[in-house]
């Protein structure tokens, strides 16, 4: 008499995408977030505390984030969700420079201080690949259709603005240049949804009012 032995289970394709797209990001955005911690701890950067928060409640939505209605599973938009978000993790942060004196601060505590604010507003709806998890009309969301990647990208403003090196200025334009990718994948997912279209009717510009 044979024995059924039970089925392994295989890797797919999808299973791999969801542990891109799912899995890697909490691990490195808790990952980020410790980094910031220790560089607090040493150098009483308020900056750093701020962004270590964030970060924190970040992983913390992208954990108890809620299914998606729809979901982009492309490798394109996969790729430019991770540039976009990730490359400028890789800013040269020597060479530090006071000639604007404590602008760079302000600029950066005052656009972490309303990315946290975008990010609660998100709650179990954060997710890094283009996906419908619901229609958020509140919050900063009121104002324009994709403020948490304004935020991010003038917090970076700030810190270029603390350290001019060449290569944070190309890292910073391509990072631009990815959001925009985001930005046009992102509404092609969420324009399926009759709500989102009401939604886009109401909020015109995606990222600086009057303007884009």
């Known amino acids: 008499m044979s024995v059924a032995r039970p089925e392994r289970s295989s890797l797919t394709v999808e299973g791999l995408w969801e542990a891109v ?45 809620k299914p998606a209605r729809e979901v982009d599973r492309s490798l394109k938009s996969l790729a430019a969700a991770w540039v976009g ?32 604010w975008t990010v609660l507003s998100l709650r179990a709806s954060m997710g890094i690949t283009p996906a419908n998890r619901g229609v958020k009309t509140g919050g900063p969301y009121r104002f324009i259709r994709h403020p948490l990647y304004v935020c991010v990208i003038v917090s970076q403003v700030g810190l270029l603005l603390e350290y001019p090196h ?16 985001m930005i046009r994948n992102e509404e092609r997912v969420l324009l399926h949804d009759p709500a989102y279209v009401e939604y886009a009717k109401r909020v015109k510009y995606r990222a600086i009012p009057g303007i884009i």
């Open 21 to 65: 797209a799912f899995f890697a990001p909490i691990a490195l955005f808790g990952l980020l977030a410790s980094v910031r911690i220790v560089i607090f701890v040493d150098t009483h950067n308020p900056v750093a505390l701020l962004n270590a928060f964030g970060l924190a409640v970040l992983t913390s939505m992208f954990v108890i984030r």
């Open 85 to 116: 978000n990730f490359l400028p993790f890789a800013y040269l942060l020597h060479n530090e420079t006071d000639w604007a004196g404590r602008v760079p601060l302000v600029i950066e505590v005052v656009a972490l201080a309303f990315a946290i």
């Open 166 to 181: 060449p290569a944070n200025f190309v890292i910073l334009a391509t990072a631009i240049v990815f959001k925009g990718f």
